[in-house]
């Protein structure tokens, strides 16, 4: 018997020691610093969802179970809503009153000389993050004494958006394929389901877009509806909800109908009908996500309608059910003068003529998820009309799963841009989150980089960018230190040795990225289809301009760089003052932006003096040269790893390091020919030739 348990014992010594294939993600409650915590019991409803997961963690720790106990005991934890006397007995009723319907409190209060831990909120949703927060200050090592922290979430709806299709390949996701295991559903349900729903809600995010914005229009079929179900039911205890893509041609292509035309009265008692089905089978189904006239796909504009028929039609289909429609402005036009204008000219004109439960979903940027753009002109623009940020988490423009890239310093670039819209001060977050306008709704989309690899997201490190998405939708205004700090600590471990200087590595490395691939506002100079080297010289026949990197570089003896100024596209007029003013000005427009909105000649002098084209070789050069130093940074953590996430990493930071050379040796040379200068002679030589990079083809297919 005892070898028996000994036996056991050394296989789970083993397991754990081996098996670190990051499945566990940020919930790995084993690692916990736990010495320090005594609760002697706890007080609670055991049934609610709140109480079982910390229960779970709890024995994850090593810890027995706390028992149950009804009576007042010097250090109790208590998770409960105002429903348990005792709340209402320690709690005082305004420090409930303040919460949203899924906000919590967590207090430390000391009575008749003895001191409890309260988690309470008024409903069950928040006391499940009310539980997730004080099992993230455990794993994180912070102190449990004195708590008095009340947390509402920044925005209401927190989404990941997948790009999931129903043959289950992801558009744009470098982690295996989906995980909706479509062909298996309804019958048989997959673990992962669950383990994805407590991932999510750990990090507060309290909605999924099952199906990829491009959308078939069977999702909405009868037999894909069962299946939607059964997802539903997995994440329901989670609090995450369920949302699908919707195809606008979706009443003729599915339905049989003569058109999709929004004003057809046979159309609209199509949606109607499908919604009522759908509620019928999901209760508490959330919406819809459209994509339409856009990128080829249908939409109202087809019929002569404008995007708020579009939107206003399946608006009223959802209203009495309480969904919602998240209405994409990810629009652009072959005719257009410069893409990066589309989405202002389309929707402002169009503001005040939503139905109160629409939204417009709007990226970042006016263009499309580049390494850096300057925020969208659209947000702080429609005032009477909600709009929602767009991030893509899945790293489409930033060297897939391969590149280690912390995202968060990029989106917070975004929340933080002041929009002017109503004085100094308003802020993209203040715009979208309810503290300017007067809204109904407020959401922020993520697009997911999950696939059904083991460890969710191909790069271990692009874990933190899923963690730092649910962080910032809950909070926008965490900073992304702190943000990296916890991932770090929960993810690897609270040794300040790893700690320091792993989050140095993230915090920069966007920078980084941006400094190998498109440096001084320079963008969309990839490859033609997969988006993952570069390609400015890229050209092919026939092609949309707008698909080509010419269209954005303007590379020439003159100069390089979109002319966006008044004597330009004049999309800088897009913006309010004193930003259009200020990115009108050569002088004055941040250099990180300048090849954005000038066409500027290689021998302009910037700020510290020297030439544009100088500026260029250094940018590049310092990516590099940052990339070799996170390998260095990393393999000094060997001993603080576990081997085989170690050795997963290094080995992308090797990919990262050659393709950041790949990266500096392409733009470089390519762009010498126009500016017929001399590579600065302190940093390194191209070490490639241009003729060889330019015969490169990844057979990574896609469109433009
Ligand atoms: O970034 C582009 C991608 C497309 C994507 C599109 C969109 C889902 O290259 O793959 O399609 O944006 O956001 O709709």
């Not at 126009?674 to 002679?681: A, D, G, M, T, V």
Request: with cysteine; aromatic share 12%.
């Amino acid at each position: 018997m005892k070898l028996k348990v000994f036996i056991l014992l050394l296989t789970t010594v083993f397991f754990r020691l081996t098996a670190e294939d990051g499945s566990r993600l940020w919930l790995r409650f084993t690692d916990a610093g736990t010495e320090t915590i005594r609760f002697s019991g706890l007080l609670a409803d055991n049934s609610k969802v709140a109480v079982t997961e910390f229960q779970r963690a709890w024995k994850e720790m090593g810890k027995a179970p706390l028992s149950l106990t009804g009576s007042m005991k010097n250090n109790l934890l208590i998770i409960a809503t105002p429903h348990e006397r005792v709340i209402r007995r320690l709690i005082q009723s305004k420090d409930l009153a303040n919460l949203s319907d899924e906000g919590y409190i967590i207090k430390t209060i000391n009575n008749k000389n003895q001191t409890y831990t309260v988690v309470s909120a008024k409903n069950d949703a928040g006391l499940l993050y009310g539980v997730y927060h004080l099992l993230r200050l455990i794993q994180t090592n912070a102190s449990l004494s004195g708590l008095n922290i009340s947390e509402n979430p920044s925005y209401e709806r927190r989404l990941l958006n997948h790009w999931d299709n129903l043959d289950r390949t992801v558009e744009r996701g470098y982690a295996g394929h989906s995980i909706w295991q479509w062909d298996e559903l309804p019958g048989k349900i997959s673990p992962r389901y669950k383990e994805y729903a407590r991932a999510n809600a750990f990090i507060g995010i309290n909605g999924t877009v099952l199906n990829n914005v491009n959308a078939a229009p069977e999702i909405l079929s009868r037999e894909y509806l069962e299946k939607v179900k059964v997802i539903a039911g997995e994440l329901r205890p989670f609090n995450v909800k369920v949302y699908l893509s919707v195809n606008f041609a979706s009443p003729k292509e599915l339905g049989g109908l003569q058109n999709s035309d929004p004003l057809n009265a046979d159309v609209q008692r199509w949606w109607k009908q499908k919604v009522s089905e759908i509620y019928t089978l999901i209760p508490d189904f959330g919406g819809f996500l459209v994509k339409a006239n856009s990128e080829g796909l249908p939409g109202p504009m087809d019929y002569g309608r404008t995007h708020a028929d579009g939107a206003n039609m399946l608006a009223d289909a959802l209203k009495s059910y309480g969904g919602i429609v998240m209405w994409r402005a990810f629009v652009y036009n072959p005719d257009g003068d410069d893409r990066a204008k589309q989405a202002y000219k389309e929707f402002k004109p169009l503001d005040g003529k939503f139905r109160d439960n629409v939204i417009i979903q709007l990226k970042n940027g006016p263009v499309d998820f580049q390494p850096r753009e300057p925020f969208s002109p659209l947000f702080g623009a429609m005032k009477q009309t909600p709009i929602m940020p767009e991030f893509q988490i899945t790293q489409e423009y930033l060297g897939f799963s391969n590149h280690l890239v912390f995202l968060s310093p990029m989106w917070k670039e975004c929340l933080d841009s002041d929009t002017y819209c109503a004085g100094k001060g308003s802020t993209v977050a203040k715009t979208t989150d309810g503290r300017i306008f007067d809204q109904k709704i407020t959401a922020i989309a993520g697009v997911s980089n999950i696939g059904e690899d083991i460890n969710w997201t191909g790069h271990h490190f692009a874990q933190a960018n899923w963690y730092a998405f649910g962080r910032l939708a809950w909070n926008n205004a965490l900073t992304s230190e702190q943000i990296a700090d916890e991932w770090i600590r929960m993810t690897f471990t609270k040794d300040q040795e790893f700690v320091e200087p792993v989050k140095k590595m993230m915090l920069t490395s966007h920078q980084t990225a941006v400094d190998y691939m498109m440096p001084l506002g320079l963008h969309h100079i990839f490859a033609w289809g997969h988006h993952y080297g570069p390609e400015p010289w890229c050209d092919v026949p026939g092609a949309r301009p707008d698909w080509l990197p010419k269209y954005y570089h303007n590379a020439s003896e003159n100069g390089i760089g979109f002319d966006r100024t008044t004597s330009g596209s004049d999309a800088v007029s897009q913006y309010n003052s004193p930003l259009r003013e200020e990115f009108n000005d050569i002088k004055t427009c941040p250099e990180e932006f300048l090849l954005w909105f000038h066409h500027v000649a290689w021998d302009y002098r910037m700020n510290n003096g020297k030439t544009l084209w100088n500026n260029m070789c250094y940018a590049y050069d310092s990516g590099v040269n940052k990339v070799r130093e996170y390998q260095k940074v990393w393999d000094r953590m060997e001993d603080y790893v576990d081997k085989e996430r170690f050795v997963h990493i290094q080995s992308r930071l090797r990919i990262q390091s050659r393709d950041a050379v790949w990266w500096k040796d392409a733009c470089l040379l390519y762009f010498q020919q126009f500016s017929r200068e001399p590579i600065p002679y302190d940093i390194e030589r191209p070490v490639y030739d241009l003729e060889d990079l330019m015969k490169i083809k990844l057979d990574l297919k896609h469109h433009n």
